[in-house]
């Protein structure tokens, strides 16, 4: 029963609502919306040749960080890319960050300088974002990142973190194998201590292995956690378990075999692990809704013992991983 000019002011006053909307509100929440810029790419379109990824943030890890991935990278037949990001305040526009890239520029120089020396084929980009752990998962699709290394620090002090802000993301979201190192003050690795209990991460684990241990002349021995005063039947099990992780460690790397009696798995390894100069240990499967990254033992390793930790984790596959990209 109204009359058609009160249709049309309706009309007309949604219209006119509609673009004060896109043109105010829609500004305002890009410009607050975390952004990532590449400013060495001529195109959007992703990399068509598969590579390794390896982030670089903290100067006195890049070779270390180098020296783990190159062999990962020509193990696999691909390329190796170093990348870093410059971070800018959210409030300033995303472009303005290529101000700042210099800051950066000395890690990817020191990058090809270890790379030059040593004749190694290594390409570098560099990436500006209002959220590190955003740049370095673009950079890791940008780049079609079959694997990922990243450096960290050992810890953080936030109470719903496990390793920290970009590393706990980079982990649930990462789509591709990733190997996350925490260095201790030894950065020559001679001596490997390999913990299983089996499965696809300790499998990934050992390949990853047999091709870093050759680069640090490393030996390997391999570990399974067994109760004080264990049964021969569980030693026997163990020792099987061992045995069928190494058997994916080539033959030609020194490898040995030890049991680790203690109450616990993780207090185990961290303990067993003072010995080595590295421990690799690969993620646990957790169940799915379960807030664990890496699973308990993992990261209990990764976090208290005193020797550098490699944390394995295999790709989970693009379903998994979707799920838990909408979970945030």
């Keep these: ?189 001679r001596h490997c201590l390999l913990p299983t209990a089996g499965g696809p991460n300790a499998k990934l684990a050992a390949t990853i292995l047999s091709a870093v241990a050759k680069a640090f002349d490393m030996d390997i021995t391999g570990g399974y956690v067994v109760p004080k005063g264990a049964s021969e039947e569980q030693r026997e099990e163990a020792r099987k378990r061992i045995d069928e992780t190494l058997a994916r460690v080539d033959s030609s790397i020194s490898r040995q075999s030890r049991l680790i009696e203690s109450g616990s798995v993780a207090g185990g390894i961290a303990k067993a692990g003072r010995e080595f100069d590295l421990v690799v240990i690969g993620a646990a499967l957790e169940p799915f809704f379960r807030k664990m990254l890496f699973g308990e033992i993992p990261e209990k390793v990764a976090r208290f013992s005193p020797t550098s930790v490699l944390v394995v984790k295999k790709y989970e596959g693009p379903v998994k991983s979707l799920v838990k990209r909408i979970m945030g």
């Design 1 to 189: 029963n109204l009359q058609p000019i009160a249709w049309v002011l309706t009309a007309g006053g949604v219209g006119v609502g509609r673009l004060l909307h896109e043109a105010i509100a829609e500004k305002k929440a890009a410009h607050l919306e975390p952004q990532v810029l590449l400013p060495g790419r001529l195109s959007s379109e992703p990399d068509r040749e598969p590579s390794v990824v390896v982030a670089l943030h903290n100067p006195d890890n890049v070779e270390t960080l180098l020296r783990l991935a190159y062999p990962v990278a020509q193990q696999r037949g691909i390329r190796l890319i170093a990348v870093t990001v410059v971070v800018v305040p959210r409030q300033m526009p995303i472009h303005e960050g290529i101000r700042f890239a210099h800051h950066k520029e000395p890690l990817l120089d020191a990058a090809r300088k270890f790379a030059a020396e040593r004749n190694l084929e290594l390409e570098t980009d560099l990436v500006v974002a209002h959220v590190a752990s955003d740049g370095i998962l673009s950079a890791v699709g940008q780049h079609q990142a079959e694997a990922l290394v990243m450096g960290w620090k050992g810890y953080t002090n936030a109470r719903d973190r496990v390793f920290g802000e970009i590393a706990d993301r980079i982990i649930r979201l990462a789509p591709c194998d990733l190997l996350l190192l925490k260095l201790s003050r030894e950065r020559l690795f």
